[in-house]
């Protein structure tokens, strides 16, 4: 049986664990309530940069120390930026918790962001920004936020530009940390062979970020894009498709009917995109919808890959299968389908670990609250086919936006 405990210290730091005493190993992340969205268009790129930073030395720890304490006991040490957050966890066994938050609260309270460490990263970043403008399919995935918000933060690349990264420096990335990474915004999230109370002396201890303030971010919501549709031309050889639309936040009560009907529509091999433009019409490889939530808004597409000359067909029926979900309500088996398949998926990704400490994360970020798993499931079970077809209704009922990229002739055959 889970046990879940939360705990928010004086400096205003919340901790949130599930301890699972069926295993034997232990994931805990920091989560700070800040992202790319909350970056001007000068700083575009500096939250991405600063999480590259913590791995590049603090006070007491070399890049090289930091690398080596967690893999040498066996485990994995990682990070990840988003539009809303950013984020450093580790999972290895329990025994080895205390050097888990050591490390990550040195990383988080003493990184030095010593210059020439900037220098070189910034060169690591440049690639990595690279390498992205060398993958279409990314290239339109960016293509679509940005018709779906515009110039608001949220349509920018997480990475930044190559304009704005070549331009950090100590004093700015010190500056924009000291702003943004404050202990009110931070998340310490905990999963598995956990005990809450010494997690909590173990942060208290070991954490050492400066003030505490409003937890407020004052965001600015995005604004309402009329663009409908955008083209870029590349010269590559298979032409890449979003169609879709702004979708809703992630606390919104529509939310349940919508992972029922999103898994009728494109939930693995059996759903009706999948079915329609892979197995019966032969058209693409992969095809798969998307979904990303936020504190206020969000986005949904499908994302196709293709010959250029399926696009427009591939696109038609995309479409029509949207009006389909408006126009009829779905069958009953399909629905018991598409909910047990949802509710099957949900608990076998549960049986990780790290993913209930990223399930942790989130839902204290967004909900404020933890959603046991009878919860959730009790609440994919009352979805019924009319409620589906009105968040279908809510989604498609507006034109659809549209991004591709297509080859623009110059590719090799």
């Not at 427009?312 to 389908?337: H, S, V, Y």
């Not at 970020?365 to 279908?392: G, H, K, M, T």
Request: charged share 30%; net charge positive; proline share 4%.
């Amino acid at each position: 049986m889970a046990e879940v405990c939360r705990t928010t210290t004086d400096s205003g730091i919340r901790i949130v664990s599930e301890r699972i005493d069926s295993v034997r190993s232990v994931a805990v992340g920091f989560w700070f309530e800040t992202g790319s969205r909350d970056e001007r268009r000068d700083e575009a790129g500096i939250s991405h940069f600063i999480e590259h930073m913590l791995f590049k030395g603090t006070q007491k720890r070399s890049p090289l120390k930091i690398a080596r304490e967690i893999e040498q006991v066996g485990g994995h040490l990682n990070a990840f930026t988003s539009k809303e957050t950013t984020a450093c966890h580790a999972h290895l066994l329990d025994e080895f918790l205390p050097l888990a938050v050591d490390t990550l609260a040195d990383m988080a309270s003493h990184s030095q962001f010593a210059p020439r460490m900037i220098e070189r990263e910034q060169g690591v970043v440049l690639e990595e920004i690279s390498g992205y403008e060398d993958t279409p399919e990314d290239v339109v995935h960016e293509d679509f936020s940005r018709l779906v918000f515009g110039r608001h933060s949220l349509g920018r690349p997480i990475l930044g530009t190559r304009d704005t990264v070549s331009r950090f420096t100590h004093e700015k990335l010190v500056d924009y940390w000291s702003r943004r990474y404050r202990p009110e915004r931070l998340i310490v999230a905990a999963a598995g062979a956990v005990e809450h109370d010494r997690l909590v002396k173990l942060v208290e201890r070991k954490v050492a970020l400066p003030g505490v303030g409003a937890r407020s971010l004052n965001r600015r919501r995005a604004p309402v894009i009329e663009e409908r549709r955008h083209q870029r031309r590349k010269p590559i050889v298979q032409a890449h498709l979003c169609v879709g639309t702004r979708s809703f936040r992630y606390a919104d009560g529509d939310r349940y009917p919508f992972f029922v009907m999103n898994t009728v529509l494109g939930g693995g091999m059996s759903s009706r995109l999948f079915q329609r433009l892979r197995e019966r019409s032969g058209l693409a490889y992969a095809i798969y919808p998307f979904h990303e939530a936020y504190s206020d808004s969000g986005l949904y597409g499908i994302y196709v890959g293709l010959e250029e000359k399926q696009v427009n067909r591939a696109e038609r029926m995309i479409r029509d299968e949207f009006a389909k979900l408006i126009e009829k309500p779905i069958g009953r088996t399909t629905l018991k389908r598409a909910k047990d398949q949802l509710k099957g998926a949900l608990t076998l990704g549960l049986e990780s670990v790290a993913a209930r400490m990223h399930r942790l994360g989130r839902t204290e970020i967004y909900l404020n609250r933890f959603v046991p798993l009878d919860e959730l499931l009790a609440r994919i079970d009352a979805v019924s086919a009319d409620q589906v077809q009105a968040i279908a209704h809510r989604l498609f009922g507006d034109e659809p936006r549209v991004a591709t990229v297509l080859p623009d002739g110059s590719a090799p055959n």
